[in-house]
């Protein structure tokens, strides 16, 4: 088998078509080719008035190949090899059921190591309703919402899978979510998404597969402490959210919590584990009419049916030292409510796999480190948060309403006394103001100067009735627990701080493959 890449397709162009390139390239007939498979899809629209497909295809065909030609190479087939580790008598425990803890569990079960799972929050299909909830009431359930519960923060945001890891575990990752349901298409297109409509499905047929495999899950059930002797894990303090307290014997210990799991960073403090604070970013949620994205990236090409709602990613350099950039961008999607702890706000977005809406957002984010967290305790940047936080709660109404602003007033720095031609899909409602009010000086500046240049590169970027919701404050973990090479901390033997809470993933891919790596070492170790 061979692959080929960077064929030019057109919009309308058919399996037929692509078969004739790839046959033309080849420089044999199209009925030589005895089958054909999209390895990779992209969009080319670096020229307005030429939109096209790119695509790298797998084709099985007799012919004498040019070693010369970049383009043309022997196709490796993948194939995830499971470590070989015999499953010990004291089984491994996983905490968190995000994607690091999903899939550290998945390789755990598929090895036969019968895996103990703990996840604070709900099962995907209550956790759904309790969030559903909150958006329409502002009643937060702090223990399962849009950040705790199965599934993780991803499963509220799009499921974005592009990542720029160039771990061949990713490609393990998207086949095990094909086959639990989600689009064929994840597996060749450039950016990859399930869509938040249709993860909840696959991540739950996961589970499935974990539990069918010999491992337990149990969901509204809490870490309260690690049980650490002569330094090393042996064993776990759990709490049901109906239940008493009760400890359970793992020498192998998968720590997956999240980023926002704050009362677990304290208790890891509390247990002196080494923790260092880490740069993360900060700002608001932008939200465009996405029309107006789709004529800016497409030109006259926007509408087209084979092309759907386009996106961006946009980063810039400030002469003050810092970097303004978007990220987790959601076409046709909605910004949401993610609050986690009772009066304090937090932003987030979400598109579903349609991508149908009507507005395109994305988080508009300003890079702080130490510096900005006004201290040097491991744990100040989670109360740099905290504080953000607070302050957008209470600009917004002390209702769980978010503060929002029209691009145009923050730029002239004046409050917004209503939204103009973009229509607010944040629930449970919106309050116009000035966001100035809630944001650092050092943070609103930034924005200001990055909207402002990212205009240069993405026409309407600064459209005057674009809203601005606060605060984005989320999104990653503000702390890192140290590990070794062996993937374990470094002051507890069998303790293995995993995934976007542990500092080491951003994303859902990157953190599913950490959790993969980290499941390989508890079965080598």
Known sequence: MYRISEISLRLEGTEADLKQAAAARLKVAPEQIRSLKLFKKSVDARKKNDVHFICTVDVECDFNRNPQDKKIAVAEPYRYELPAGKPREIRPVVVGLGPAGLFAALILAQAGWRPIVFERGSDVEQRKAQV???????????????????????????????????????????????????????LYLAKPHIGTDRLPAAVKNIRKQIIALGGEVYFETALQNI?????????????????SPYTVDTDRLILAVGHSARDTFEMLYSLKLPMEQKPFSVGARIEHPQEMINRSQYGRFAGHPNLGAADYKLAVHLKNGRGVYTFCMCPGGQVVAGASEENRLVTNGMSNFARSGGNANAALLVSVGPEDFGGSHPLAGVEFQRRLEAEAFRLGGGDYRAPVQRVEDFLKRVPSKSVGSCQPTYLPGVTPCNLDDCLPDCIADSMRQGILLMNQKLNGFSFPDALLTAVESRSSSPVRVLRGDSMQSIAAAGLYPCGEGAGYAGGIVSAAVDGIKCAEHVILS
């Not at 199965?150 to 160039?166: I, P, Q, R, V, Y």
């Not at 049980?227 to 239940?243: E, H, Q, S, Y």
């Open 132 to 186: 559903a909830r909150f958006w329409k009431t502002g009643e937060l359930d702090t223990e399962s919402n849009v950040q705790f519960g199965e599934g993780g923060a991803g499963t509220f945001s799009d499921g974005k899978l592009n990542t720029g890891t160039k771990d061949s575990r990713a490609r393990k990752v998207l086949e095990e979510f094909v086959a639990a349901g989600a689009p064929d298409e994840i």
């Open 227 to 243: 049980l650490i002797r002569d330094g090393r894990v042996t064993g776990v303090a759990v709490k049901p959210r109906n239940g």
